[in-house]
């Protein structure tokens, strides 16, 4: 079925990162994490489990982890790090309220029960990673289109761990990102994108 409007939202969706307090009604976060699941997932085995965290006290744990992973990412992690002062400006934005969102939900692959033989788990462990990030992709547009605004966040990948101990997942499940969601406090411009030319050959 032919739907321009879907096209629309998909085209009109930039990464939010400031959030009104507002709660997200029950019914509109159910429809987020619906969305989710009805993402194509390799073999259907859903291998993929979802911490949705609402709680206010677990959300402003989350929130000083994220100051900690995007400081740690922007002088640790990259190989030409940002300097001082830029990353001084970001922690203070962080301060100030930036990724503190009335909710959050934390992506995993659920790897308990394999569906392949030994020698190609490192496949079906990739399958799973790209069926998390498709259930994820899948809520950010719904949440768009539902009128919030989220961000993809993977900068948790790099303190796993310290996010595990807040988010407590299920035994054996490995984190591949959170979504911070929430009513948009901004109205952020679209981000510029290569030139289909550089990153397409149509053959
Ligand atoms: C795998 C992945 C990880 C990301 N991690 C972060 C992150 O840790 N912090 C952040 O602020 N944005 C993060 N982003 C959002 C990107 O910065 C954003 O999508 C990109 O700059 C393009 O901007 P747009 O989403 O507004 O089009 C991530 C996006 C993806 C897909």
Redo the contacts with the bound molecule.
């Keep these: 079925m032919r739907c321009d409007c879907f096209l629309e939202t998909v085209l009109s ?3 939010v ?1 400031w959030f009104r307090n507002d709660p997200i009604p029950d019914d509109v976060l159910l429809k987020i994490i619906e969305a989710g699941v009805r993402a194509p997932n390799a073999g259907n085995n859903e291998q993929w489990f979802f911490v949705v965290v609402r709680d206010s006290g677990l959300r402003g744990r989350i929130h000083e982890l994220l100051l900690e ?2 400081e740690f ?1 922007a002088t640790r992690a990259l190989k030409n790090p940002l300097p001082p002062d830029k990353v001084g400006k970001w922690v203070q934005r962080i301060r100030d309220g930036m ?1 503190l969102a009335p909710a959050y939900i934390a992506g995993y692959v659920d790897l308990r029960k394999t569906t392949h033989v030994e020698g190609f788990f490192e496949k079906e462990r990739v399958f799973a990673i790209q069926s998390v ?1 498709a259930a994820l992709e899948n809520m950010i547009l719904v949440a768009h289109s539902l009128g919030l605004g989220a ?6 990948l790099l303190l796993k761990s310290k996010f595990d101990e807040v988010l407590k997942p299920p035994e054996g499940c490995e984190l591949q ?1 959170i979504i911070a969601l929430g009513y948009p406090a901004e109205t ?1 411009k ?2 510029p994108r290569k030139p289909l030319s550089e990153v397409v050959k149509l053959i």
Excluded: D, I, Q
């Design positions: 969706r930039s990464s990162r992973a995007h990412y990724y990030a961000v993809w966040l993977g900068v948790p990102g952020p679209a981000r």
